[in-house]
């Protein structure tokens, strides 16, 4: 009688805890990026494209404090350890390349998440948070190999 934790269904107070720790994340990223974007010149395509990855993440805070409010869950304002390890990144390259290991551990969280959580709206709300930060991360892999080596 072997369960495994990954497929265990959250608990109110688990998924509370789950959203906030990624309501951190999200924050930390959306403030990473506004640091970022000053190493591109304005309207860009690389700041245009971080622009818009700032831009996601920055609504995913908002798509989960609305989540948490829902669910009667005290809301973080807590920005997570992300940010002051991107900003302390030394150069553009190296930063967006660790922005990209940021948003895969989001995907990640995102994917051994979502078959804990009962509720489906909150599943589809993720989801499409998931699948945003799928696509900044082609943004973001864009951006890094025009920088170059």
């Given amino acids: 009688m072997s369960t495994s934790s990954s497929t265990e269904r959250f608990t109110p107070a688990q998924l509370g805890d789950f959203l906030n720790r990624m309501l951190a994340a999200e924050r930390a990223g959306a403030k990473a990026l506004v640091v970022f974007l000053d190493a591109f010149p304005r309207n860009s395509n690389a700041w245009k494209l971080l622009r818009r990855v700032q831009a996601d993440e920055a609504h995913n ?10 669910g009667g869950s005290p809301y973080s ?3 997570g350890e992300f940010y002051a390890k991107a900003v302390a990144v030394e150069g553009r390259r190296q930063r967006v390349e660790f922005l990209l290991r940021g948003l895969g551990w989001a995907v990640r ?5 979502m078959p804990r959580i009962d509720d489906p709206e909150i599943r589809a709300t993720l989801g499409g948070m998931r699948d945003t930060h799928a696509r900044s991360i082609e943004a973001c892999a ?4 025009a920088i170059g080596g």
């Fill in 109 to 113: 969280e995102f994917d051994q998440a």
């Fill in 142 to 145: 864009a951006v890094a190999r």
């Fill in 61 to 70: 805070c908002a798509l989960i404090g609305k989540l948490l409010e829902r």
């Fill in 77 to 79: 304002h807590a920005t």
